[in-house]
């Protein structure tokens, strides 16, 4: 049981900066802290061991523990106003298409004094009808009902209204499509008192949920919500259409979602100018009632993308308040640390990468931390929640505390292998959160045979390795290149990728291009890199944006009209769509995958020439990598290969490639223009680790594994492998300053 959860503000931080960490305790009422280098996170005992060295440093505990909830759950939010409080009568009108109606009460609409109950509600009823309900500040509530539930991912238009002067309270529903013998379209009203809307509270107007006493917000509306409106009147039934004009009646106000699609600021078009915020970041650049296919990029035409869809599962920011603040010495020297919390036997890890001091490098080789890749995959639920894990990795699944604890706690997140409850895709993942997965002894589900460890604890085998070589390194993440370009990596004789560098923004991209450009030396000793297009948000901070349009190895598809992030408006998908393969960077690009068995590299003729001989010294076989911790090879789980075509340069040397994998092993979907026999890894020339060579016009040179397997077969036999060796050769000439 996980009694101690935890995050920190950032992922990146340099000498004399300070770290603040929100912890939550779930029955613990004290811990401790201590600071600690992780130096390998794999607890396998075929391997070298977990290791983590102390860094002593008195962070101030024992600490106090305390519970801090996580409201998940996103809306938006009108502040309290003059021309709210005035209202005597009222109409609500909104254009909705709601994915799970008839799974609770969910709002629409609303305006509530929780300690009281008084205020209004327009909402879909327990049955998924729509409903409106008033509440005076004493007494029941009086609630009208169309009773006919709305059909699921359907567009209507809805509406309700309280006349103050006759007590009658109404509702309206109407497909914007209606269809014979289907029965959805409905007015209802009832009669009460009089002047029944109560003066004076002070209550924000709430859109997709309503609000509670104890907690921010609660009776999601699961669905999108376009267009919804404020009025001073009760409208008239027979004045419904799809979407009145702002000018027709007058309103309090007119909120069109349209408007900075890119930001969490909502606009209210009427002259009372009640503009709101979102919370939770729902989805934004989502297609609505007025989309018709013409175009597909929202910024060309926003109003054809005037919706957002709100989630009940949303998750941007837990909001902790922070328990304790770490200030890092000047004098630590940079690599990847975290954060221990303990009590008893629970123990919980924050990792981050310390930099270098900004602006200075102290080390000649920079390991790029993938944390997009890392936020990518933010407490996946791969191993119980996706049907066909068991068959992809050929065994059991190997379940922990860590699948179990997620499965009770929906609350912490999703990420982009993940669902909502309604059925849509993910294309928001943040780290301000805990994150379980992302802790040093975690184990996987697609590793392979072995440690089956992925992602991070993966990564720690490159660590691992550097320590081991007694390599001097300074850690830089994807934020950081995001953030400086390519001035984060300048001055690096050599930098080195992680295991599996799945997520890049352009920003990100563009710095590893132009630090190549300017000679640099590029060591991508991972599979699957460069695969998928990823954009941060301009203004929030630890959140991206990923939607997996036209193919790809994916866990959905966005739904048509929706390939554009609404955070950048920027086309997505793979690198490879957007014209920017990762053949042209690093030399291979990703075909394939498997989690079964890894395989060795058998070297090509290539391997013996001339400019690749520094690559093979003290190599005697040309069998190279038939063990390691990742399946028992050096070739495995995600595979990439050189394709000319695809922009492989042109004197790249394939040094070697991998053979005999798995028929689990499959070609990725966007190779695969016909489907047919053949195609797995026993059959198919394509399923195959490239390592490859090449020298940049400026006098450098990238050298590529082609291989998530690479890194977990270093440690083999205490590090005294051809596995090792190679990657130590390529260091070592990448580390002199003679030019290629």
């Not at 390691?628 to 922009?647: K, R, T």
Request: proline share 7%; hydrophobic share 40%; aromatic share 8%.
């Amino acid at each position: 049981m996980t009694r101690i959860l935890a995050y920190a503000d950032r992922l990146s931080v340099a000498p004399g900066e300070s770290l603040e960490i929100k912890v939550s305790c779930d029955g613990l009422t004290r811990y401790d802290a201590e600071l600690v280098r992780v130096i390998q996170g794999d607890i396998n005992p075929a391997g070298p061991g977990y290791r983590e060295d102390p860094v002593p440093l008195d962070l101030g505990g024992p600490f106090k523990g305390r519970f801090q909830p996580i409201h998940a759950g996103s809306y938006a939010i009108v502040e309290d106003a003059p021309p709210l409080r005035a209202l005597t009568s009222l109409g609500l009108q909104a254009v909705v298409w709601p994915t799970l109606p008839g799974h609770g009460p969910q709002t629409i609409l609303s305006r509530e004094d929780p300690p009281t109950g008084a205020g209004f509600r327009l909402f879909l009823d327990a049955a998924g009808a729509l409903a409106l309900a008033l509440s005076p500040h004493e007494g029941e509530a009086v609630v009208v009902s169309t009773g006919k539930p709305l059909i699921a991912e359907r567009w209507y238009s809805v509406a309700g209204g309280y006349d103050a002067a006759t007590g009658v309270l109404s509702v309206v529903q109407r497909p914007l499509r209606p269809h014979p013998k289907v029965d959805d379209s409905g007015v209802a009203s009832v009669s009460t008192a009089a002047n029944q809307i109560q003066h004076g509270i002070e209550a924000p107007l709430m859109i997709a949920a309503r609000a509670a006493s104890d907690r921010p917000a609660r009776e999601h509306f699961n669905g999108r919500i376009e267009a919804p409106r404020l009025c001073a009147h009760a409208p008239a039934p027979e004045a419904m259409g799809e979407r009145a004009s702002v000018r027709d009646d007058d309103p309090v106000a007119a909120w069109d979602f349209s408007i900075a699609i890119s930001s969490e600021r909502i606009s209210d078009l009427s002259p009372n100018r009640l503009h709101g915020r979102l919370v939770n970041l729902p989805t934004r650049g989502v297609a609505g009632h007025a989309w018709t296919g013409q175009e597909h990029c929202w910024s060309k035409r926003p109003e054809h993308y005037g919706a957002i869809h709100f989630h009940d599962d949303d998750l941007y920011d837990c909001g902790w308040k922070t328990d304790f603040v770490v200030t890092l010495p000047d004098d630590l020297r940079s690599g990847v640390y975290a954060l221990r919390l303990h009590a008893g036997d629970e123990a919980y890890y924050i990792p981050f990468a310390l930099r270098p001091p900004r602006g200075t490098t102290s080390a000649p080789v920079a390991f790029l931390l993938p944390t997009a890749s890392y936020m990518a995959y933010a407490n996946n639920r791969i191993g119980l929640d996706v049907p066909e894990t068991e068959i992809v990795t050929g065994r059991l699944l190997q379940l922990n505390p860590i699948d179990i604890f997620l499965q009770e706690h929906p609350e912490l997140g999703l990420c982009f292998y993940d669902l909502h409850s309604d059925g849509s895709g993910v294309y928001y993942s943040s780290r301000l959160r805990p994150i379980i997965n992302l802790q040093p002894k975690n184990i996987g589900h697609l590793g392979g045979v072995g440690s089956n460890v992925w992602q991070f604890n993966a990564d720690t085998h490159i660590l691992g390795w550097l320590e081991q070589q007694g390599q001097a390194f300074d850690v830089i993440t994807d934020e950081d290149l995001e953030a400086e370009g390519a001035a984060a990596i300048a001055g690096y004789r050599a930098v080195i990728t992680s295991s599996h560098p799945e997520y890049y923004s352009v920003g990100m991209l563009d710095a590893l291009q132009g630090y190549l450009d300017g000679g640099g030396r590029l060591m991508y000793l991972g599979g699957n890199g460069f695969y998928w297009r990823v954009s941060f948000h301009p203004d929030l901070p630890g959140v991206i944006e990923c939607r997996k349009s036209e193919d790809g190895i994916r866990a959905f598809a966005p739904r048509p009209g929706e390939f554009y992030a609404s955070f950048t408006g920027e086309y997505t998908g793979l690198w490879r769509r957007n014209g920017r393969p990762p053949n042209e960077l690093v030399g291979i690009g990703m075909v394939s995958q498997g989690f079964d068995i890894s395989a060795p590299f058998i070297r090509t003729d290539a391997s013996r020439d001339p400019r690749a001989a520094f690559v093979f010294e003290g190599v005697e076989s040309d069998l190279i990598g038939d063990f390691g911790l990742s399946g028992g090879g050096a070739a495995g789980l995600e595979l990439d290969a050189a394709d000319p075509a695809l922009g492989t340069p042109p004197h790249t040397l394939v040094l070697a490639s991998s053979e005999r994998h798995s028929d689990l092993y499959l070609m990725t979907p966007e190779d695969m223009n016909d489907p047919v026999p053949g195609l797995g890894g026993t059959e198919a020339e394509i399923i195959r680790a490239d390592m490859v060579f090449f020298e940049t016009p400026a006098g450098g040179a990238v050298f590529s594994t082609g291989s998530i397997a690479w890194a977990g077969s270093l440690s083999h036999k205490g590090y005294d492998n051809d596995v090792a060796r190679i990657t130590g050769n390529v260091l070592k000439r990448f580390l002199d300053a003679a030019l290629f």
